[in-house]
C-alpha cells in the first residue's frame, strides 16, 4: 500500500495526528503539508487521506478546494478524511460534514473526528482572546482520541 497524506494545520494538531497515523499504517507513507508544499499529482498512489482542523467553524480553504479540485480523482482512491476540532457530537458531526464533500464522505473507507487542542503557546493575541471568551478556557488543552486514531488506521489498513 502507497499511501499520500494531505494535511494543513494552523497549531500542530492536524500535524500530530497525519504523524500518529503514518506510524500505524502499513506500507510507504508520504506526507505533504498542504501550506508547505504543492501537489501536483497523485497517481502513483493507490490510498489518500486528507485531514484538516476547524477554525471558526470551517476547514482550511486549502483542503476544501484540494478536495474540490481533486473530486474525481479521490473517488477512485481507497480514502480517509479526518478532522481536528474541540467541538463533541452533533455539532463536530455537523463541521465534519461541511467540512468535506458528501460524495467523498459516502466515498472513504475510513473517517474521523479526531478531537483537538488548544495549544496557548501556539495562539496569537486575538485567537486567545477568542478562545478565553468562547470556550472559556485559558490554559492548554487536549483532547485528540486515541481510539479514534487507531480505529482509523485499522480501518485503511484493512
Ligand atoms: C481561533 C480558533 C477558533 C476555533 N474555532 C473552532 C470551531 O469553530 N469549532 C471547533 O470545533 N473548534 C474550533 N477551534 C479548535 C480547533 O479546531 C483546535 O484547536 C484544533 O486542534 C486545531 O488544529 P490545528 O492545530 O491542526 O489547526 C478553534 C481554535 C482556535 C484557536
Known amino acids: 500500500?502507497?499511501?499520500?497524506?494531505?494535511?494543513?494545520?494552523?497549531?500542530?494538531?492536524?500535524?500530530?495526528?497525519?504523524?500518529e497515523i503514518e506510524k500505524g499504517l502499513r506500507g510507504e507513507v508520504k506526507l505533504v503539508n498542504l501550506k508547505k508544499e504543492k501537489l501536483n499529482t497523485?497517481?502513483?498512489?493507490?490510498?489518500?487521506?486528507?485531514?484538516g482542523s476547524i477554525h471558526a467553524g470551517k476547514?482550511?480553504?486549502?483542503?476544501?478546494?484540494?478536495?474540490?479540485?481533486?473530486?474525481?480523482?479521490l473517488k477512485v482512491k481507497k480514502l480517509?478524511?479526518?478532522?481536528c476540532c474541540m467541538e463533541e457530537?452533533?455539532?463536530?458531526?455537523?463541521?465534519?460534514?461541511n467540512a468535506f464533500p458528501t460524495d467523498l464522505i459516502e466515498h472513504a473507507t475510513a473517517t474521523a473526528?479526531?478531537?483537538?487542542?488548544?495549544?496557548?503557546?501556539?495562539?496569537n493575541f486575538l485567537e486567545r482572546a477568542i478562545i478565553r471568551k468562547i470556550a472559556q478556557v485559558d490554559?492548554?488543552?487536549?483532547?485528540?482520541?486515541?481510539?479514534?486514531?487507531?480505529?482509523?488506521?485499522?480501518?485503511?489498513?484493512?
Open 1 to 19: 500500500m502507497k499511501t499520500l497524506l494531505v494535511y494543513t494545520t494552523r497549531h500542530g494538531c492536524a500535524e500530530k495526528c497525519a504523524r
Open 42 to 51: 497523485f497517481t502513483d498512489y493507490d490510498t489518500v487521506i486528507v485531514g
Open 59 to 73: 476547514i482550511q480553504k486549502k483542503i476544501s478546494d484540494f478536495c474540490q479540485k481533486n473530486l474525481d480523482t
Open 80 to 83: 480517509g478524511l479526518y478532522l
Open 89 to 97: 457530537g452533533e455539532k463536530a458531526q455537523q463541521q465534519f460534514d
Open 113 to 123: 473526528i479526531m478531537g483537538g487542542e488548544f495549544d496557548f503557546e501556539r495562539m
Open 139 to 158: 490554559h492548554s488543552i487536549s483532547k485528540v482520541s486515541p481510539e479514534q486514531i487507531a480505529a482509523f488506521i485499522e480501518k485503511i489498513n484493512n
